[in-house]
């Protein structure tokens, strides 16, 4: 049994409290709540100096791509990037194991408790098999001919039922509106069943995404067309979001919409990725167009980015937009929690089992360069 203390106590479900203190089991299970220190036995207590929230969720990340860090180059564009990704497979598996454990363990160190995590691959299933830390994998989907549609399918169903076999929460999702024609993915909507919560979709990444669609035109309908792509990708959508009906509403992630207006923002999930954006567009987000109840984050991958540390994105959060310090841990717990269906996850209900993580060298109730993290 611990109680545990700090300046502040972020719950989620409820407002900070003010030298709050959590009770939790040895197996760190929430007991219960103390709005005042005085309950508890001095001896009992816990002290720490910072806040107190529950464990971080990833909301969006490609542990599989962990290898190519440092491969891709800053501020070149998308294009340039996936022109990039396509080195991938230039690796030893010894090689892809490796950095897919060293990356998995710097999420851990950061206070990470739950990833959503994109396969394209096995890759992954080793090392997640360990259960170090709980996973939602999207077994993610693309091909811009029609010719091989059910080829690309089974595909993506027996990656699936490989981690169904292990007991691993696993979904087919389309990678982007760009990326799947209409036919497939009406095929990937209709492949959802009873163990599906989620679909993850990469959404209004770059501005040319947007020029695709709104315009019939730009760099992306350059790369389509030379790739003598199906139209249907273009041709029947106005907007990237229009995807949302050929998914026939299910519970959808939208990730990144880094060029994402205020009219495209419907009842979904919605997950940011400041750094990525950053590293590969040199933009961001208007936070201020999201439902902050709906907003999560994730890292992307060590080919995107320098670390995988959930308090560098709120950072950056933080200094573009006018969040307070609730909001931006809602987002970086509970929400997440709540779009991956990780129910034990997210806040300090009583009965769950969030992790406790310590946040130390605030400025009051702001995060600074300096702020550092420690699971306790």
Request: contains cysteine.
């Amino acid at each position: 049994m611990r109680f545990l203390t700090a300046d502040y106590l972020f719950p989620l479900h409820k407002s900070p409290i003010k030298e709050g203190v959590l009770q939790i089991s040895d197996k760190g299970e929430v007991i219960a709540l103390f709005e005042n220190r005085n309950e508890i036995p001095q001896n009992k207590l816990e002290v720490f100096n910072g806040i107190i929230c529950p464990g971080f969720v990833n909301a969006h990340c490609h542990l599989e791509l962990s290898h190519l860090l440092g491969i891709t180059k800053k501020g070149k564009g998308f294009l340039n990037f996936m022109t990039t990704i396509q080195q991938r497979n230039n690796f030893t598996k010894d090689k892809i194991q490796i950095a897919i454990e060293n990356a998995e363990q710097q999420m851990i160190a950061n206070g990470i408790v739950a990833v959503g995590d994109i396969c394209n691959t096995p890759d992954t299933l080793l090392q997640k098999q360990k259960g170090n830390l709980q996973y939602y994998n999207f077994i993610e989907t693309f091909g811009v001919h029609e010719n091989n549609i059910e080829t690309i399918l089974n595909t993506s169903i027996d990656l699936r039922n490989q981690f169904r076999a292990v007991k691993m929460r696993a979904t087919i999702v389309p990678h982007a509106p760009y990326s799947v024609p209409i036919k497939l993915m009406k095929k990937i909507a209709s492949t959802f069943d009873a163990h599906d919560k989620l679909l993850s979709v990469h959404m209004q990444e770059t501005k040319e995404e947007n020029q695709l669609f709104e315009n019939k035109n730009g760099s992306f309908f350059d790369w389509l067309n030379g790739m003598n792509s199906n139209a249907s990708i273009w041709e029947t959508r106005d907007k990237s979001v229009d995807i949302l009906q050929e998914l026939r509403n299910k519970k959808v992630l939208l990730v990144h919409n880094t060029f994402a207006k205020k009219e495209d923002i419907a009842d979904n999930y919605h997950c940011t990725c400041p750094k990525a954006n950053l590293y590969i567009e040199n933009a961001l987000p208007d936070y201020s167009i999201f439902d902050t109840d709906k907003l999560c984050v994730g890292t992307d991958s060590l080919a995107s980015n320098d670390s995988l540390s959930i308090l560098e994105e709120l950072l950056i959060i933080q200094e573009n937009s006018n969040f307070d310090l609730n909001t931006l841990l809602k987002i970086a717990c509970k929400n997440g929690a709540e779009a991956l269906g990780f129910e034990q996850l997210g806040s300090f209900e009583k009965g769950k089992i969030p992790g406790a993580n310590l946040i130390q060298n605030l400025d009051g109730l702001e995060f600074l360069i300096e702020s550092s993290i420690k699971i306790i």
